[in-house]
């Protein structure tokens, strides 16, 4: 990965208050359940054994959608990625709440955790759901899925696995599905846009976008077994 890649950022990190609720969850339970980043790669074992699935969610928000997945499927180890503290907070405070024993952090940059921490062939799905679009064409080249993260989500996946972005803005889909479909080594699991599957919940960004008229889109690859 390039230097000049790692600089551009897919988020910015704004001032945001946190809850009491936030604030006392982060302080005491952060050393539970957020793993630091140390750039050593993940032992998925040691972090879920037993597990059937290991999922990384990248940028989860508040955690409303990540907490429900992992209480519905107890079985799958879940890494939630993401920057924002209060989120982090706020998805401490769920797992404290629901006793979700199958879900870990780490609060950090997702390229960085990619590039550094994941080992290869490791993951069962990628969940990407409504990351920001970037709509100025001037921003486009901060959006978080470009040619160069889809090779490291290829990477990370065992062979079979799917990397599963939703999104609300259509010519956020329609670069999306572009830059997987050029991708070698990844097929389409739909003849286009995928069906919602089971598993993702509704968000508040999702709903936001029904409110506003906007199409959903769903796209799940998938990489192809040699």
Do not use: C
Request: charged letters at 30%.
């Amino acid at each position: 990965m390039s230097d000049n890649f790692r600089r551009i950022r897919s988020y910015v990190i704004r001032v945001a208050r946190m809850s009491e609720s936030q604030k006392k969850a982060y302080s005491e339970l952060y050393p539970n359940w957020v793993i630091p980043f140390d750039g050593a790669q993940l032992d998925w074992d040691d972090l879920f054994p037993g597990a059937v699935k290991r999922i990384v969610e990248i940028g989860f928000g508040m955690g409303d959608a990540t907490r429900q997945v992992a209480a519905e499927n107890p079985d799958w180890g879940i890494l939630g990625i993401e920057v924002h503290k209060p989120g982090v907070g706020k998805l401490l405070w769920w797992i404290d709440q629901e006793k979700l024993g199958n879900l870990y952090i780490i609060e950090h940059d997702a390229v960085e955790v990619l590039f550094d921490m994941i080992p290869a062939e490791s993951v069962d799905g990628f969940h990407i759901w409504f990351p920001d679009p970037w709509p100025k064409k001037r921003h486009h080249k901060r959006r978080l899925i470009q040619p160069e993260i889809v090779e490291m989500l290829k990477r990370a996946l065992k062979p079979g696995a799917y990397i599963h972005v939703a999104t609300d803005w259509e010519p956020y889909a329609e670069h999306i599905l572009s830059v997987f479909r050029n991708a070698d080594g990844l097929k389409n699991r739909f003849a286009e846009w995928a069906q919602k599957p089971d598993y993702r919940p509704d968000t508040k960004f999702e709903n936001r976008g029904i409110v506003a008229e906007r199409t959903i889109r769903d796209i799940i690859f998938e990489k192809e077994k040699i």
